[in-house]
């Protein structure tokens, strides 16, 4: 499965940099970062990392829903069954992501392991609260 991590500016690329340091350089992971200055459209980006190969299977992971970013990929994948969009995107949620195997499941498959995934990524938004003891020791 191909990840193409899509972000307003670079959030997608600084992402993918963080998860590459992290599980060293992955083949699937891709960024696109749109509206800098100097990229091409972003319907241009998003087709350029689509292949005609039907059989891959490619996930967009975005930074927010209902941002043009995210928008503009689901007008662009809506009737692809090999196609899938997730908003929202975090780290914890990648790393999910590119250690599942996902290669050989079937469409209705891979929807429910990325619904899985998006609960278990919720579940990682912690409040964590510093006891001033322990503030101060820092």
Do not use: W
């Amino acid at each position: 499965m191909q990840v193409i991590l899509a972000s307003h500016s670079q959030m997608a690329k600084g992402l993918k940099q963080t998860v590459e340091l992290i599980m060293g350089k992955q083949s699937n992971l891709h960024a696109i970062a749109a509206y800098d200055d100097e990229q091409e459209s972003l319907k241009k980006q998003i087709a350029d990392q689509i292949t005609s190969n039907s059989n891959e299977k490619y996930l967009f992971l975005t930074d927010i829903i209902g941002g043009s970013v995210n928008t503009t990929i689901a007008q662009m994948i809506d009737d692809k069954e090999n196609m899938f969009l997730v908003t929202g995107m975090n780290l914890p949620l990648v790393l999910t992501v590119l250690t599942a195997k996902m290669d050989n499941c079937s469409s209705d498959q891979v929807a429910n392991k990325l619904e899985e995934f998006c609960e278990e990524a919720r579940n990682e938004l912690k409040v964590v609260r510093v006891a001033a003891q322990e503030a101060e020791d820092f």
